[in-house]
T-cell receptor, first 111, second 115 residues
Framework: TQLLEQSPQFLSIQEGENLTVYCNSS?????LQWYRQEPGEGPVLLVT?????EVKKLKRLTFQFGDARKDSSLHITAAQPGDTGLYLC???????????FGPGTSLSVIP | DAGVTQSPTHLIKTRGQHVTLRCSPI?????VSWYQQVLGQGPQFIFQ???????GRGNFPDRFSARQFPNYSSELNVNALLLGDSALYLC??????????????FGEGSRLTVL
């Protein structure tokens, strides 16, 4: 059974601080996605990483895929209140018959 | 272009009742997946359908069933509702192509409350 773990579970920081959240698994995924979800809405795709060691940047967000394609990290520079939300990592199985999600990291950025 | 649409957005049922949730994918997307999300947790995979065939099933009881229609819209049915079925039910569509198989586009969900 493929499982994804995320840490920390909760994170509350001041505006302007930097932070990193982690996504780990014992399984290899064909691709890994990061999503952000706001209350009352569905998750919104932020990025896809496919190649081991890959690094992608999206404005102040930096995503990294581990060399073995079992783990990933999301780093946010100079966090803003608009970054508040639930950050979810997700992995697609090799046979593409399912995408599983981690439990999420709930981020609160205080002005 | 319209995104993924789900209906109803909110509903209240009592234990033992049956519920049908509906989803229309993004135009051109042939894959629909259903997820259950309990407050404070990540979405749990229920089903994936592609070209009207079930391709994947999560660890949910047989009370949960789904189908996909020729126009790629989908229904999720839950029989004999339990209090624990109270959750946000999310539908997601995708292209299901190599490299982007995990790229899901979600609707806003159907909030089910079972009393």
């Amino acid at each position: 059974t493929q499982l994804l773990e995320q840490s920390p579970q909760f994170l509350s920081i001041q505006e302007g601080e930097n932070l990193t959240v982690y996504c780990n698994s014992s399984s290899v995924f064909s691709s890994l996605q990061w999503y952000r979800q706001e209350p009352g809405e569905g998750p919104v795709l932020l990025v896809t990483v496919v190649t081991g060691g890959e690094v992608k940047k999206l404005k102040r967000l930096t995503f990294q895929f581990g060399d073995a394609r079992k783990d990933s990290s999301l780093h946010i520079t100079a966090a803003q209140p608009g970054d508040t939300g639930l950050y979810l990592c997700a992995g697609a199985s090799a046979s593409y018959d399912k995408v599983i999600f981690g439990p999420g990291t709930s981020l609160s950025v205080i002005p | 272009d319209a995104g993924v649409t789900q209906s109803p957005t909110h509903l209240i049922k009592t234990r033992g009742q049956h519920v049908t949730l509906r989803c229309s994918p993004i135009s051109g997307h042939k894959s629909v997946s259903w997820y259950q999300q309990v407050l404070g947790q990540g979405p749990q995979f229920i089903f994936q359908y592609y070209e009207k065939e079930e391709r994947g099933r999560g660890n949910f009881p047989d009370r949960f069933s789904a189908r996909q229609f020729p126009n790629y819209s989908s229904e999720l049915n839950v029989n004999a509702l339990l209090l624990g079925d109270s959750a946000l039910y999310l539908c997601a569509s995708s292209l299901l192509a190599s490299g982007v198989a995990g790229e899901l586009f979600f609707g806003e969900g159907s909030r089910l409350t079972v009393l």
